[in-house]
Structures are given as structure tokens and as C-alpha cells.
């Protein structure tokens, strides 16, 4: 029976060092430390600029390991993709940023593994919610506008376009 051990650390997608506290941890369980950050950073590349959770979990008799990367929270990825540092203290009135509605979409396939979402048009209806309550708007739109809009069916064509990589990502 494996012996497994999970280290598990919040770090900047790709920007994983070897120094303390991943170094000396991985190093004191047998591992290849610089093999090791490398393939986290090959893994959390596109997470570059936000700070996610990732899991080491090794066996340890036989010295492998998998790693697991978490997701950024939606917050985080919206506010990355508007340039923005903090959500607005009032998004009803303070804007921080727009982003065009198929970035939405985007989003919410990022995230399907969190979302409780079944279809795709509920995973955008909850990313636009997000998007409302931090102050970004979509194509110009306050958030709950293109939320209805989605719902009487605007958006079918956009969203068809990502439903095949919506279900298939099961």
C-alpha cells in the first residue's frame, strides 16, 4: 500500500522556486527538487500572475509524485483579465473594467471543475454575477443586463461555439 505524503503550497502561476519552504520539503522526501519546479511552473504557466494552490502529493517508497493545480477563484481571474488589482468598493457606481462577454466564457471554463453549473449558460450567468459584484462590466454592459440577455437567447451563438470544449471537459 502507497505511503503518500501531500505538500501542498500557494504559489504564483510559473513562478515556483526552489527555495524554502518547497526546496527543503521536496528535498527531505527524496525528490528531485529543480524536476519538481519545473514541471509546476510548466503546469501553472498560464496562471502566470495569480497565486494558486498546488498539491505535491509523492508516494513515499517509491519516490514518485503528481502534482495537482488548483484554480485561481473567479475574482482573481476577472480581475487579471481587466488589469485590475482589487475589485471596486462600490461596483455600482466605480468601475474597474470591461471585458468583452466570450472572456466570460472563457472563465467559466476555467472554472467548470468548481462551478456547480450543468450547462454552460449557467457557468456564464454565475461568472457574470462575479463579474457585476466586483465592478467590471461586459461589451459595455452592466453584468446583469448581458445576463438577460443570455437568457432570452442573445448570446446562443458565442456560447455555442464553446459548448463542445464545455462537455467534453466532464
Not at 504564483?12 to 527543503?24: M, V
Not at 504557466?45 to 509523492?58: F, H, M
Not at 513515499?60 to 485590475?84: D, N, S
Not at 453584468?143 to 464553446?162: F, I, Q
Request: aromatic content about 4%; hydrophobic content about 35%; proline content about 7%.
Amino acid at each position: 500500500m502507497p505511503q503518500e505524503k501531500v505538500v501542498t503550497v500557494q504559489i504564483e502561476g510559473g513562478k515556483a522556486r526552489p527555495g524554502p519552504p518547497l526546496g527543503p520539503t521536496l528535498s527531505a522526501l527524496g525528490l528531485n527538487v529543480k524536476e519538481v519546479v519545473d514541471e509546476i511552473n510548466r503546469l501553472t504557466k498560464a496562471y502566470e500572475g495569480l497565486t494558486i494552490p498546488v498539491k505535491i502529493i509523492v508516494d513515499t517508497k517509491t519516490k514518485k509524485y503528481r502534482i495537482e493545480v488548483g484554480i485561481p477563484t473567479t475574482t482573481a481571474l476577472l480581475l487579471k483579465a481587466v488589469g485590475a488589482k482589487e475589485p471596486s468598493g462600490d461596483p455600482m457606481h466605480q468601475k474597474i473594467g470591461d471585458l468583452p462577454f466570450e472572456k466570460i466564457v472563457e472563465i467559466a471554463l476555467q472554472k467548470k471543475p468548481q462551478l456547480l453549473a450543468k450547462t454552460l449558460k449557467a457557468a456564464v450567468k454565475t461568472i457574470l454575477g462575479s463579474a457585476r459584484s466586483i465592478g467590471i462590466t461586459v461589451d459595455g454592459k452592466d453584468p446583469k443586463e448581458v445576463t438577460r440577455m443570455v437568457e432570452e437567447g442573445y448570446y446562443d451563438a458565442v456560447l455555442a461555439k464553446y459548448e463542445e470544449e464545455w462537455e467534453k471537459e466532464e
